[in-house]
Nanobody, 116 residues
Framework: VQLVESGGGLVQPGGSLRLSCAASGFTFSSYHMSWVRQAPGKGLEWVSSISGGSSRTTYLDAVKDRFTIFRDNAENTLYLQMNSLKPEDTAVYYC??????????WGQGTQVTVSS
C-alpha cells in the first residue's frame, strides 16, 4: 500500500487549497478513506472520511461547510478541497486508508500553512 499526498502550501487566511492523495497497492474503491491532520505541538485530529462509493461523507465540525472530501475511483485518488482557510487549519495533513479512527496505512503528509 502506498499513499502519496500533494497540494499543500502557504496560503493567506480566507484562501483555498486542494489536497490530493494518490493511492496504490490495494483496491481503492473498496475502502473508506480519511484525512487527518496534526497541528504543531498537538496530536492527530480526524478531519473527514468518505465511503468507497462516495455515498457517505463525514466531517469534523470545525471544517464542515468549508472543506469537501471527494474521490475519483477511476484514478485511485482522494481529494480534500479546503476553502475559507483559517490559521487554525495550519497542520500536516495525512491521507489514511480506513474509516474514522480506524486507519491501517498512512501517507507521508503534506504541510498546510495558513498565514498572512
Amino acid at each position: 500500500v502506498q499513499l502519496v499526498e500533494s497540494g499543500g502550501g502557504l496560503v493567506q487566511p480566507g484562501g483555498s487549497l486542494r489536497l490530493s492523495c494518490a493511492a496504490s497497492g490495494f483496491t481503492f474503491s473498496s475502502y473508506h478513506m480519511s484525512w487527518v491532520r496534526q497541528a504543531p505541538g498537538k496530536g492527530l485530529e480526524w478531519v473527514s472520511s468518505i465511503s468507497g462509493g462516495s455515498s457517505r461523507t463525514t466531517y469534523l465540525d470545525a471544517v464542515k461547510d468549508r472543506f469537501t472530501i471527494f474521490r475519483d475511483n477511476a484514478e485511485n485518488t482522494l481529494y480534500l478541497q479546503m476553502n475559507s482557510l483559517k490559521p487554525e487549519d495550519t497542520a500536516v495533513y495525512y491521507c489514511a486508508k480506513g474509516p474514522k479512527n480506524s486507519y491501517d496505512y498512512w501517507g507521508q503528509g503534506t504541510q498546510v500553512t495558513v498565514s498572512s
